[in-house]
């Protein structure tokens, strides 16, 4: 079966400061993709990254950052120097070949940056 | 290229009338998703669809739901009879295949009274 945990329901921090959301997940496959998506207060789901099962690589863009461990079945998701637009609530997502590709989201975490 | 379009944005309507949620898919996407998110229960898929084919609604609550998808550019989501208890945000998503990023598009905000 597939799963995702966001153990974190809510965070809040005050601005600039760093904040890490965790995201792990189970799954059989040897072949997956895992994704976050935010959804800031005006209620549309945006894409943020798509990481395979095979690329283990860290990835940074911009403030953003994701650290991929495959051996924690883990895919955190790290914002630096955080801004009042980072406030959202952000979603991880699991899609593995052998369940028809379907997405399986986590619950989400909540972030409010506090100014 | 213009984003996932969905109509109408916001619907309210009463108990037993039929409501009819529309899509229009990112041209070229082959992937289509319906998804319902309630603070209750969060986001959950609904139906998709691959190249216009319905692979998997079991998400499906119920028979007073059933969705459609004609085209490539288009796809129905169709409750009949509506319940207070089907009020949530529908959203429609599609990719270029199953395995790929999902694209949202806004919402359709259902109220049902």
């Known amino acids: 079966a597939q799963k995702v945990t966001q153990a974190q329901t809510e965070i809040s921090v005050v601005e600039k400061e760093d904040v890490t959301l965790d995201c792990v997940y189970e799954?059989?496959?040897?072949?997956?993709?895992l994704f976050w998506y935010k959804q800031p207060p005006s209620g549309e789901l945006v894409f943020l990254i798509r990481?395979?099962?095979?690329?283990?690589q860290n990835e940074i863009s911009g403030r953003y950052s994701w650290n991929f461990q495959k051996s924690t079945s883990s895919f955190n998701f790290t914002i630096t120097a955080s801004q009042v637009v980072d406030s959202a609530v952000y979603f991880c997502?699991?899609?593995?070949?052998?369940?028809?590709?379907?997405?399986?989201f986590g619950t989400g975490t909540s972030l409010t940056v506090i100014p | 290229d213009a984003g996932v379009i969905q109509s109408p944005r916001h619907e309210v309507t009463e108990m037993g009338q039929e409501v009819t949620l529309r899509c229009k898919p990112i041209?070229?996407?082959?992937?289509l998703f319906w998804y319902r998110q309630t603070m209750m229960r969060g986001l959950e898929l609904l139906i998709y669809?691959?190249?216009?084919?319905?692979?998997?609604d079991s998400g499906m609550p119920e028979d007073r739901f059933s969705a459609k998808m004609p085209n490539a550019s288009f796809s129905t989501l169709k409750i009949q009879p509506s319940e207070p208890r089907d009020s949530a945000v529908y959203f429609c998503?599609?990719?270029?295949?199953?395995?790929?990023?999902?694209?949202f598009g806004p919402g359709t905000r259902l109220t049902v009274t």
């Open positions: 998503a599609s990719s270029l295949m199953a395995t790929y990023e999902q694209y």
């Open positions: 799954t059989r496959d040897t072949t997956y993709y």
């Open positions: 990481r395979n099962s095979f690329d283990e």
């Open positions: 997502a699991l899609s593995a070949a052998n369940t028809g590709n379907q997405f399986y």
């Open positions: 041209s070229g996407h082959n992937s």
């Open positions: 669809f691959n190249n216009n084919v319905p692979i998997d």
